[in-house]
């Protein structure tokens, strides 16, 4: 029996649930990555067809404002802000969101304050937030979250310890009242393609993007990208069994290597009493943002961090945010096909 749908007509309706409720074209949700999705990336991004995600990271208020507005002026289309959890002014950085009318807000790093949720609902945002097992998703979905992404170990930066592809399969055919997101190490369409057959309502990537010609890292810090291999993208390890750290997948250099000698720093301040647990851990995550920013904004490729996910070896050259997107499209496209063809035979 022949298909009964092209494999556009089949990609439109595997993608319906995620596009509607993105309000984009294509599946595709940017990855949030601190100094490289801002204002310039994300409307790019959303300018493709796909959904542009600002990194808040570290930003203050008003800072995150500029971005806000900066992407507002560069698009007429929808995008959305990731804040993270532990920041110290994130009911600011909520109330700023809010009153820049942004559609959608990711929390992400840890569990979301059930009070953060609520201001964002009420304040009429649709909140996604990381789930990375399905007890913890299950509890989000109960908090009254909009949309979830489970995030593989595959990723780049701050991750899980469990790869995307497990993740898909014990999340995907168990939470089917909000909307589910795939991200961790897809750098093709195919990939999007079959998380779309196993039910996700879309895909988020992030590697992908770093050497889109909108992207303002530096070029040391694309080249860097566009020479890596998978296995160049390691985890961090922690140093401190009671410093929880978590871990952070960046291209192995000088940076990563001085990680340790940090931990063990600001572990023994913790330990002295100097530090809180909260404070230690902060401390770490200002180490992340500011060697990361040494190396997408100046080019400190060997002692910054290269936060990159293991389809890093799927990134070989700089082209524009548009070709990215149109290339997984059409990889998408021809994988249904193909899909559609073993199923006839």
């Known amino acids: 029996m022949a298909p009964t749908e092209?494999?556009?007509?089949?990609?439109?309706?595997?993608?319906?649930?995620?596009?509607?409720?993105?309000?984009?074209?294509?599946?595709?949700?940017?990855?949030?990555?601190?100094w490289v999705s801002e204002h310039t990336l994300v409307a790019a991004i959303s300018?493709?067809?796909?959904f542009g995600v600002i990194a808040c990271g570290s930003l203050s208020p008003p800072g995150l404002a500029a971005e806000i507005e900066a992407t507002q002026?560069?698009?007429?289309?929808?995008?959305?802000?990731?804040?993270?959890?532990?920041?110290?002014?994130?009911?600011?950085?909520?109330?700023?969101?809010?009153?820049?009318?942004?559609?959608?807000?990711?929390?992400?790093g840890g569990l979301p304050p059930p009070d953060a949720v609520r201001r964002l609902k009420d304040g009429g945002a649709r909140v996604i937030c990381f789930?990375?097992?399905?007890?913890?998703?299950?509890?989000?979905?109960?908090?009254?979250?909009d949309a979830l992404i489970i995030e593989g170990a595959e990723a780049g930066g701050h991750i899980g310890?469990?790869?995307?592809?497990v993740l898909a399969q014990e999340i995907?055919?168990?939470?089917r009242e909000v909307p589910v997101f795939v991200a961790g190490g897809i750098g093709r369409g195919e990939a999007i393609a079959l998380y779309l057959l196993m039910g996700a309502a879309g895909c988020q990537l992030g590697t992908c993007f770093v050497c889109a010609t909108e992207s303002i890292a530096h070029a040391d810090f694309k080249r860097a990208f566009i020479r890596a291999s998978a296995r160049d993208a390691i985890v961090s390890q922690q140093i401190d069994p009671d410093l929880p750290v978590i871990p952070v997948r960046a291209l192995a250099n000088a940076g990563t290597r001085r990680f340790a000698d940090v931990q063990r720093q600001v572990a023994q301040r913790y330990r002295s009493g100097e530090l809180t647990?909260?404070?230690?851990?902060?401390?770490?995550?200002?180490?992340?943002?500011?060697?990361?920013?040494?190396?997408?904004?100046?080019?400190?490729?060997?002692?910054?961090?290269?936060?990159?996910?293991?389809?890093?070896?799927?990134?070989?050259?700089?082209q524009p945010t548009a070709g990215i997107i149109r290339e997984l499209m059409d990889q998408a496209r021809h994988a249904l096909a193909d899909h559609d063809l073993r199923e006839v035979g």
């Not at 300018?47 to 796909?50: E, F, K, Q």
């Not at 995907?172 to 939470?175: A, D, N, R, Y």
């Open 73 to 108: 002026a560069a698009t007429a289309r929808p995008f959305g802000v990731n804040l993270i959890t532990m920041h110290p002014e994130l009911a600011a950085l909520i109330d700023t969101c809010l009153d820049h009318r942004v559609g959608h807000v990711v929390l992400a």
């Open 277 to 318: 647990q909260d404070q230690a851990q902060l401390e770490i995550e200002l180490f992340w943002a500011g060697a990361l920013k040494r190396a997408v904004v100046d080019g400190d490729v060997e002692n910054g961090s290269l936060m990159a996910g293991q389809s890093v070896g799927m990134v070989t050259r700089e």
């Open 6 to 34: 092209t494999p556009e007509a089949r990609l439109r309706r595997l993608s319906q649930r995620g596009c509607h409720f993105l309000g984009c074209q294509y599946p595709i949700l940017g990855g949030a990555m601190s």
């Open 172 to 175: 995907l055919p168990q939470v």
């Open 47 to 50: 300018n493709a067809g796909g």
């Open 131 to 145: 789930a990375p097992a399905l007890a913890v998703a299950r509890r989000l979905v109960r908090q009254g979250v």
């Open 161 to 165: 310890p469990v790869s995307t592809s």
